[in-house]
């Protein structure tokens, strides 16, 4: 069992930048892929960026791309995603998510989720 505790989320102004941090609870991320997914009121959970185990390579969603980073610390043992130029569109609960196996942008493919951490951007 994998518990990830997510951290960083706030209200914030339309261009500003906030971090977010998941850690795992007892042990590294080192056996997994690990993601970020953010659901809005009244929408579907959706991804947002994602990180792999085998060689740290990334993905991201067109709509957050050039503005969200993911990376891990050399430890696996904590995510993070930066998050600049902040759009109020990004206003969500944000969630942390890990899998062994399996694709990377898919809320299915995932085993485990945090509680998550709500991000609000204001105009």
């Known amino acids: 069992q994998v518990q990830l505790v997510e951290s960083g989320g706030g209200l914030v102004q339309a261009g500003a930048s906030l971090r977010l941090s998941c850690a795992a609870s007892?042990?590294?991320?080192?056996?997994?892929?690990m993601g970020w997914f953010r659901q809005a009121p009244g929408k579907e959970r959706e991804f947002v960026a994602a990180?792999?185990?085998?060689?740290?390579?990334?993905n991201y969603a067109d709509s957050v791309k050039g503005r969200f980073t993911i990376s891990r610390d050399n430890a696996w043992i904590t995510v993070y995603l930066q998050m600049n130029s902040l759009k109020p569109e990004d206003t969500a609960v944000y969630y942390c998510?890990?899998?062994?196996?399996?694709?990377?942008?898919?809320?299915?493919?995932?085993?485990?989720w945090g509680q998550g951490t709500q991000v609000t951007v204001s105009s």
């Open positions: 998510a890990a899998n062994r196996w399996g694709a990377l942008t898919g809320v299915a493919e995932y085993d485990y």
């Open positions: 007892g042990r590294t991320f080192s056996n997994y892929n």
């Open positions: 990180i792999r185990k085998i060689d740290s390579s990334t």
